[in-house]
């Protein structure tokens, strides 16, 4: 099971960029990288996946170096809508029995 | 704009009864998990389905919880008898294999509190 190790908290002010990093030192060959976002009193949303290099969505980019044991998560131009805690997870697509969430990162976006 | 929903939203129980939580999956996703949600443990699968059988509950505590999935419409969690530790928030999610892309689409939960 690959775990993974995120910062507890982290702030930032509005129009700056933020870089989460996820550490998972155990991924294996076959699993990928997903990042999900949660607003207090909310379910976790899917922010964006990849497996490597660069992956980049309407929301987000995701890094992943060569040796794929860190990702990660930036966000461009922040504002305080985006405050929430991210979830980086590491698993083999369609085993979610092997999904493990964690405690996430607390992102604090200031005025 | 097609979401998972989730039945009651917030419960209130004593000790000892029977709590039955809901939730309707967006249509057509084949998968159906359920999360419980908490402040020490954080998120935690409990079970999961696809295509309507379980295919993981070893999250589950045995003896008291139970899942099920009477179609694929509907999909069903249930504590009896209830204890004071489950009280959480218990989040249901449904999701559809797209190519190389999985997500999850989680609903608004269920905030459960066992007195």
């Known amino acids: 099971l690959a775990k993974t190790t995120q910062p507890i908290s982290m702030d930032s002010y509005e129009g700056q960029e933020v870089n989460i990093t996820c550490s998972h030192n155990n991924i294996a060959t076959n699993d990928y990288i997903t990042w999900y976002q949660q607003f207090p009193s909310q379910g976790p949303r899917f922010i964006i996946q990849g497996y490597k290099t660069k992956v980049t969505n309407e929301v987000a980019s995701l890094f992943i170096p060569a040796d794929r044991k860190s990702s990660t998560l930036s966000l461009p131009r922040v504002s305080l809508s985006d405050t929430a805690v991210y979830y980086c997870?590491?698993?083999?697509?369609?085993?979610?029995?092997?999904?493990?969430f964690g405690s996430g990162t607390k992102l604090n976006v200031k005025p | 704009d097609a979401r998972v929903t989730q039945t009651p939203r917030h419960k209130v129980t004593e000790m000892g009864q029977e709590v039955t939580m809901r939730c309707q999956p967006i249509?057509?996703?084949?998968?159906v998990f359920w999360y419980r949600q908490t402040m020490m443990q954080g998120l935690e699968l409990l079970a999961y389905?696809?295509?309507?059988?379980?295919?993981?509950d070893s999250g589950m505590p045995k003896d008291r919880f139970s899942a099920e999935m009477p179609d694929a419409t509907l999909a069903t969690l249930k504590i009896q008898p209830s204890e004071p530790r489950d009280s959480a928030v218990y989040f249901c999610?449904?999701?559809?294999?797209?190519?190389?892309?999985?997500?999850?689409?989680f609903g608004p939960g269920t905030r459960l509190l066992v007195l």
């Open positions: 997870l590491v698993g083999l697509l369609y085993n979610f029995n092997k999904f493990y």
């Open positions: 249509l057509g996703h084949n998968t």
């Open positions: 999610a449904s999701g559809l294999p797209q190519g190389e892309v999985e997500t999850q689409y």
């Open positions: 389905f696809r295509n309507r059988a379980p295919l993981d």
